[in-house]
């Protein structure tokens, strides 16, 4: 018996054994299998619940006027997101929560109720508000870096600057350039502690890299002067839109693009889309008289007409096609240059005639019509211009007088830029150069030339043409005291969807041109679409043309014309430049004549004060007055001559 109950325990202890064996391996497998084969997904899935990486956005790179103005810059902000499980009772933190992010409280309660383990709260919140929230020591909270983007000068070149929304660049240069601001992004794990009981920042595992800068080729003041003068007419016309580009035909370098109705970029959201639009480069429009430039180009090039060449305007009407066109004013006989300055519909139509299809064709597209211009802003139309062979037989005469065919306003102004420009064609540009986040200059971009359209000859002969449109034709309100202008009217007429005939109602009025005529230093459009009090390009554009050109020559400091034409000597020589005469005199109170101080002063102050003093002026350089000869205070004898030297100040 003894036995029996000794092999009975031996075989309870063996089973016992086994079973602890059995359930030791299976422990030991199913470690294993969690420890080893399924370590990586387990381990994701638990990052996933109490862990996770986000993305720190680099700090945007900014934009700036080509004197480094900041027009575009990004300030610290921080983004807000809650991770739901760790949020004990998403009711009082919501109501704690929603008035600090201006949120509503239903959509916040839900948000921290959220069945998952991340979500976003609130993008690029204020330090003052994330301080606020911070203080609520609320556990599931917390923050990342996110810049926040900020448009010191609001509305100023807001079409060409755009704007910036949490996906990236939206609009205008923000848009296009968005690869060269944004940087690149870094990464961050974010979680709670072991508890929950609070969210952590816990490594970074990239530093996020700064984007590059970008220079653009607007200048602030000019801007300024063009949106100031353009939002005046805009609300005094009480126009559908209005717009003004300016451009220095030398470069092709824009210098002010202003559109109406405009946005401010800091609120973007607040206005309806149409106002973001850059109607400059989206919205073709026929430019009617304007036009008529390119006309007189291509005929005075290929020799079909003379400026002094008779042709007859059949008393102000001609039909084409079973279709009468008149001019505005009936006239008889008329010099070619007449026909410019009174912009005769039926001599611009004779002269398109014995210019003729192809070749008309050809100088229209080689002005750069009907191809986009490349100036690098989103959304850019290449206008409308057909083929001949696609053209009625109206098309021609029609085409002639600016009707039939489509430009936008960079194109237009481009298209004169050449004609100020001596026959060549420059690409319009509205970036000069990048810039890294030490302000060093990474890639500068050069004028780009496009092609000779005409003859130097010709541009310079059409330029003699347009001076006489602004000194005794329909261009006289263009007309800037002190300086020659170039330009062009332009009255188009909208065809009218209902009855598809071209409505007798104020269409685009214009006015185009360039200052000074001689050496155009501003070739600028200003166009008011639909405009309720005027009726004529000659009374409505060309006034605003005047303003804005009159403020930018006195602002670039270029000299108006006198008696004596004022040279700038860029170098010495050993011929005496030309000089600036004076007269009347001004005495010392011991009645000696002495030099003043000129020193820190614009090339026009400068001369204002020497005006009394009746000297000779050599000038070197452009800018303001770093040098001068004679001294201040030194006596001046009979027929003294003064020196100035002038230098611009350094860009920032």
Not at 30 to 42: I, P
Not at 60 to 71: A, F
Not at 338 to 356: F, T
Not at 445 to 471: H, K, N, Y
Request: zero cysteines; charged letters at 25%; glycine letters at 8%.
């Amino acid at each position: 018996m003894a036995a029996d109950r000794a092999s009975g325990l031996r075989t309870r202890v063996l089973v016992l054994a086994g079973i602890l064996a059995l359930a030791f391996a299976g422990v030991a497998g199913r470690l294993v299998w969690l420890q080893v084969v399924r370590a990586d997904e387990l381990g994701a899935l638990a990052d996933r619940q109490y862990s996770r990486t986000v993305v720190l956005q680099a700090e945007r790179g900014p934009i700036v006027d080509r004197q480094g103005v900041t027009l575009a810059t990004s300030s610290a902000a921080e983004s807000l997101f809650v991770q739901p499980r760790a949020v004990a009772d998403p009711g009082r933190v919501a109501a704690r929560l929603a008035p600090l992010i201006g949120e509503p409280e239903r959509d916040v309660r839900a948000a921290l109720s959220s069945e998952k383990s991340f979500v976003w709260l609130k993008r690029r919140l204020p330090p003052a508000v994330a301080a606020s929230i911070r203080a609520l020591r609320e556990p599931g909270l917390g923050f990342v870096p996110d810049p926040l983007r900020l448009y010191p000068n609001r509305e100023l070149a807001a079409h060409v600057v755009g704007f910036e929304g949490v996906d990236g660049g939206l609009e205008g240069i923000e848009a296009a350039f968005e690869s060269t601001l944004v940087g690149t992004p870094g990464k961050a794990i974010v979680g709670r502690d072991a508890l929950g009981r609070d969210v952590v920042t816990e490594a970074v595992l990239q530093e996020p890299v700064p984007g590059q800068g970008v220079m653009l080729t607007i200048d602030r003041t000019i801007q300024y002067l063009a949106e100031r003068e353009l939002d005046a007419a805009w609300r005094r016309t009480k126009a559908r839109a209005a717009m003004a580009v300016a451009m220095d035909p030398r470069t092709g370098e824009v210098l002010a693009l202003a559109i109406r109705p405009t946005f401010n970029p800091n609120a973007f959201a607040d206005y309806p889309r149409d106002a973001w639009r850059n109607r400059a480069v989206t919205d073709p429009f026929e430019p009617g008289s304007t036009f008529k430039a390119i006309l007189a180009a291509a005929a005075l090039e290929e020799r079909v007409v003379r400026p002094e060449e008779l042709i007859y305007a059949e008393n102000g009407r001609i039909t084409i096609a079973r279709t009468t066109i008149r001019d505005w004013k009936k006239y008889g006989w008329l010099t070619f240059a007449e026909v410019l300055q009174k912009s005769s519909n039926v001599g611009s139509i004779k002269v398109g005639l014995a210019l003729g299809a192809e070749r008309y064709y050809r100088y229209m597209t080689s002005f750069g019509f009907g191809v986009p211009t490349g100036v690098a802003l989103g959304g850019e139309s290449r206008g409308l211009l057909r083929e001949p062979p696609r053209w009625s037989a109206l098309s021609l005469p029609t085409m002639s007088i600016g009707q039939e065919v489509s430009v936008t306003a960079l194109q237009l102004v481009a298209a004169f830029g050449a004609l100020a420009n001596d026959g060549v064609l420059m690409q319009p540009r509205v970036v000069r150069a990048f810039f890294d986040a030490e302000g060093r200059e990474t890639r500068r971009f050069a004028p780009r030339r496009v092609r000779q359209v005409v003859s130097a000859a010709t541009a310079r002969t059409l330029t003699r043409l347009l001076t006489q449109v602004v000194a005794e034709g329909t261009g006289a309100k263009a007309a800037i005291p002190g300086y020659d202008v170039a330009g062009k009217t332009g009255t188009a007429q909208k065809l009218d969807p209902r009855t598809r005939r071209y409505s007798h109602a104020p269409g685009v009025l214009s006015f185009v041109g360039f200052v000074p005529a001689d050496e155009p230093r501003l070739v600028m459009l200003v166009l008011l679409d639909e405009p309720r009090t005027e009726r004529w390009g000659s009374e409505a554009a060309a006034p605003v043309f005047a303003r804005i050109g009159a403020e930018v020559m006195r602002y670039l400091e270029i000299p108006p014309r006198d008696s004596t034409p004022l040279q700038i000597v860029t170098g010495g020589g050993a011929d005496r430049p030309p000089v600036h005469r004076v007269s009347a005199a001004l005495a010392s109170p011991a009645g000696e004549r002495v030099m003043p101080d000129l020193r820190g002063r614009s090339l026009r102050q400068a001369l204002t004060a020497l005006a009394p003093l009746q000297l000779a002026v050599d000038l070197r350089g452009r800018g303001r007055v770093v040098d001068q000869a004679p001294a201040p205070g030194e006596p001046l004898d009979e027929g003294a001559r003064a020196r100035l030297i002038l230098a611009r100040p350094a860009a920032r």
